[in-house]
């Protein structure tokens, strides 16, 4: 999926090889797509839905970021000469707050020769269904719609964006796109000032990671992502800033990945806090405790919207055509009605650091784990009762493995919490829980027939999600019987390099693609068990398919090496991180 990915964790946008914006939503990432090209456009509008730099005689692109940073840079070559598009969302510290409008900047100078080129700023409101009333003065354009008004400032004609003039570009020229209020120095000055504190910041980010040896640009591109996939006014973190690609061609397996999964995001704050970016866990800490205090003890939605949102209802867009014009195009996701029981594994999973961490400038203490504990009663209840499982199956229930094992996680985790704060009788009791569930589950997880841990309990398929046993610390990875399960599962799951997440047909039958997250399971349960060359040969294969700026979906085609699902999927990101962590030599090497 050829996408290059800014933003400044309050709204994000998807750029394409062109320099085409086709994907920007406001006024946060589950808004109005105004930028909607990557879902298509209604009939008769192909241009809508996209702010392009067309090339009159484009004959050969190139794109990359500005190292360390979320600025993308892309050359257009022509026979006319090369032009430089320069696009990112403003960024940085000030007056002791984050600065991160709902702003676009795009900067465009000739690199050689007389470029000639056509500037189309084409939004549309409402998913497609509804064209901006234009208003515009003699250095901006205002699109109006009923709920949002957008302003582009510009040094440009006014007259060239409006016609979609091809004219030859003589000088730089800069554009901000952001809300309907004047800007108070020159667009030129501004757009400059904007970007060069910009660059800093992130710069200045990366050079606080504790960062691995080796694969220390995949990691650094990874860390920046999963960053740019947070939210930051409330702490949530989304699965992905996209909906409706699907993760097969023409399979109707099309979501709406713009919310934030408990379960997702609890490894990416796994992976952001190993690499010490622990501010993110501090406000995703925050947003957690919210969601606990709200259920008031109950029950625990898998997905909430960012703002914590608990109604998520799931509509059909009709709008749009969608990703390559296979809808539907949805908006909203079922997932938030299902009963997946993993979810308080992955609230006391995401919190737990927070306690243990003497970094954080304000740590929660005995009042917060006793709202904590909340989760974790929940999970002595429901640890082997029927839900949708981590796949989110829609028709179908049974007590999955991968369910139990993070009710497990949560007594196991919460005994830990307790004896750190000293409160020796609740560590006896979350002890003495963990270790009952952890006897059920070796029990009636296991599969004497197939000699592995299986999807369910007296079930006999398999699942490439039992492999997190090792990740969490459930059994040993030495374990016969965990290295019997990573042998069958791979031998049965193993598509090459990559995985497929389950063998049983699902709700839309037999998936077609492999999941990316799987695959870097499989080469941590190998690293852990001692495979680790087995693994690096493996993770090589895994970087080899990202996209050209570092990026990955959730799914990809093993036969073709395409790119499918939601992008750019956290899940993905996160395998990069962990896997390199896990098998990267030491500093330390000889050079």
């Not at 020229?173 to 108070?184: A, K, M």
């Not at 497990?408 to 829980?433: M, N």
């Not at 049965?492 to 995985?499: K, S, V």
């Not at 690096?536 to 970087?543: G, Y």
């Amino acid at each position: 999926m050829d996408l290059a990915l800014v933003g400044n964790c309050n709204i994000a946008a998807l750029i394409d090889r062109n320099a085409r914006i086709v994907w920007y939503c406001l006024p946060r990432f589950d808004g109005d797509p105004v930028f909607h090209q990557l879902m298509g456009a209604p009939n008769g509008r192909h241009l809508d839905g996209t702010f392009a730099v067309e090339m009159e005689d484009l004959q050969e692109t190139e794109q990359a970021y500005i190292e360390n940073t979320a600025i993308v840079r892309t050359v257009l070559k022509g026979s006319s000469g090369a032009v430089e598009i320069v696009d990112f969302a403003p960024r940085y510290e000030s007056r002791g707050r984050a600065y991160r409008p709902q702003t676009l900047v795009r900067r465009i100078r000739p690199l050689a020769g007389t470029p000639r080129i056509i500037i189309s700023v084409r939004p549309s409101f409402d998913y497609g269904a509804l064209q901006p009333t234009i208003t515009y003065g003699s250095n901006h354009i205002r699109y109006v719609g009923p709920r949002l008004t957008m302003r582009l400032t510009t040094d440009a004609p006014i007259d060239y964006i409006l016609d979609r003039t091809t004219f030859n570009l003589h000088e730089p020229l800069n554009f901000v796109l952001g809300p309907d209020e004047t800007l108070t120095d020159s667009v030129s000055s501004f757009a400059r000032f904007e970007f060069e504190q910009t660059e800093y910041y992130w710069r200045a980010w990366v050079h606080r990671l504790a960062i691995p040896f080796e694969w220390q640009e995949a990691v650094i591109r990874a860390a920046i992502t999963l960053k740019l996939c947070t939210y930051e006014p409330t702490g949530a973190i989304v699965a992905a800033v996209t909906t409706s690609i699907p993760e097969a061609p023409y399979t109707q397996r099309n979501w709406d990945y713009r919310f934030c999964w408990i379960r997702d995001a609890y490894f990416v704050v796994r992976a952001l806090n190993s690499l010490s970016a622990v501010r993110t866990m501090e406000n995703y800490f925050r947003w957690l405790m919210n969601v606990v205090a709200n259920s008031n003890g109950d029950h625990i939605q898998p997905v909430y919207g960012v703002g914590l949102e608990s109604d998520l209802t799931e509509h059909i867009v009709s709008s749009l055509p969608g990703y390559r014009g296979m809808g539907p195009v949805r908006r909203g996701n079922q997932a938030f009605e299902h009963l997946q029981h993993d979810s308080y594994g992955n609230v006391v999973l995401g919190a737990a650091q927070a306690f243990l961490d003497c970094r954080l400038l304000s740590r929660p203490g005995a009042s917060e784990f006793e709202l904590l504990e909340r989760a974790g009663h929940q999970s002595i209840k429901l640890f082997d009762k029927p839900d949708a499982g981590m796949w989110e199956l829609r028709f179908s229930a049974k007590i999955h493995t991968t369910s139990s094992l993070m009710c497990w996680a949560a007594c196991d985790r919460l005994a830990r919490i307790a004896y750190h704060l000293g409160l020796r009788d609740r560590y006896a009791y979350w002890r003495e829980k963990s270790e009952a569930i952890k006897a059920v589950i070796l029990d009636r997880a296991w599969s004497e027939k197939r000699q592995s841990f299986v999807e369910s309990f007296e079930g006999e398929m398999l699942d490439a999600g039992v492999l997190l046993m090792a990740e969490v610390g459930f059994i040993d990875p030495s374990d016969p019987r965990f290295i019997s399960t990573l042998s069958l599962t791979e031998k049965t799951l193993g598509r090459g390099a990559f995985m497929m997440r389950y063998e049983a047909p699902d709700d839309f039958g037999p998936p077609d693609t492999a999941f990316n997250i799987c695959a870097f399971w499989r080469v941590t349960a190998l690293a852990r068990s001692g495979r680790k060359e087995d693994a690096r040969a493996i993770f090589e294969t895994l970087l080899a398919s990202r996209n050209h700026v570092g990026l990955m979906s959730e799914d990809i085609k093993p036969d073709t090496g395409e790119a499918w699902g939601n992008f750019p999927q956290t899940y993905s990101m996160v395998g990069i991180i962990n896997a390199a962590r896990l098998l990267s030599s030491s500093w330390d090497v000889e050079i």
